[in-house]
C-alpha cells in the first residue's frame, strides 16, 4: 500500500486539537480526501448524552458530502492513543458506502500508524447492491 499521506496528517493531526471531547478526552481527527483533490477534515464532538456524539470520521464525511464531493480516495485518523484507533462500526458502514474501498490511515501521535483498506476493516457489508 501506498505511503501515509502526510498532508492529511498534518490536517487531521490540526483539526484534533478543535475536538470536542470533555467527556471522553479522546481527541480524535480526520482527513479525507475527494477525488479532485481535495481535503475536508473533521473532528470529534461529544455532548451531555453522550449517545449523540459524532465521531471525527463522519463528521469529515459530511462536510464533504454537503459540500457536493461524491467521490474519495483516502482517510487519515489521528488520536494520541498508543495504538492507532480504527474507525467505528457506524463509521465503517458510512465509509463503505459513501467511500468505497479506500484506504484508512491509522496514526497515533505517539508514533505508531497502521493501514487498511474498508474492505479489510469492514468486510461482507450491506450496501445498496443488497437491496
Ligand atoms: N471516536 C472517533 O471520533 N473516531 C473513532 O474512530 C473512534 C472513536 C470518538 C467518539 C468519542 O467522542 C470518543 O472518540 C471516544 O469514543
Redo the contacts with the bound molecule.
Sequence with gaps: MTDIPEDLVEQATRVRENAV?DF?K?K?GAALRTEGGDIFTGC?V?NATLGL?V???RVALWKALSEGARAFTEIV?VTAADEP????GA?RQLLWEFCGDIPVYMVSTKGKTDTMKMSELFPRAFDKSDL
Design positions: 471531547a471522553s479522546f480524535v470529534n461529544e456524539t465521531c471525527a470520521e485518523v484507533t480504527p474507525p467505528c463509521c
